[in-house]
Nanobody, 123 residues
Framework: QVQLVESGGGSVQSGGSLKLSCAAS????????MAWFRQAAGKEREAVGR???????SYIDTVEGRFTISLDNAKNTLVLQMNNLNPEDTAMYFC?????????????????WGRGTQVTVSS
């Protein structure tokens, strides 16, 4: 059984940085489709970015150039480095795993989810 546990959230001021981690157990995520999502209060869950099965990453426009997804192979952990944060980045952040070969950024494609970690950015 796959388990995903996020950590690293917190409160920062605008322009600050945070590093989120998603520790996986029960499955080797090295060759998996993995993604980060976020959900702000009162809004729908949205994709932030993904790491495809071949290691390529992609991001939504609003975080491109500020956020970076990487994999710590030794720890079987997905990492989201977030720089130059702004208040619009405030949300609960989730990591997720998909067994779908296409690795789309569709919420319903993802089979396993963590419980999330809160990120709050103040102006």
């Amino acid at each position: 059984q796959v388990q995903l546990v996020e950590s690293g959230g917190g409160s920062v001021q605008s322009g600050g940085s945070l590093k989120l981690s998603c520790a996986a157990s029960g499955y080797n995520i090295r060759g998996a489709c993995m993604a980060w999502f976020r959900q702000a209060a009162g809004k729908e869950r949205e994709a932030v970015g993904r790491r495809r099965q071949d290691g390529r990453t992609s991001y939504i426009d609003t975080v491109e150039g500020r956020f970076t997804i990487s994999l710590d192979n030794a720890k079987n952990t997905l990492v989201l480095q977030m720089n130059n944060l702004n208040p619009e980045d405030t949300a609960m952040y989730f990591c997720a795993l998909s067994f779908n070969a296409y690795c789309r950024l569709a919420v319903n494609d993802y089979n396993s989810w963590g419980r999330g970690t809160q990120v709050t950015v103040s102006s």
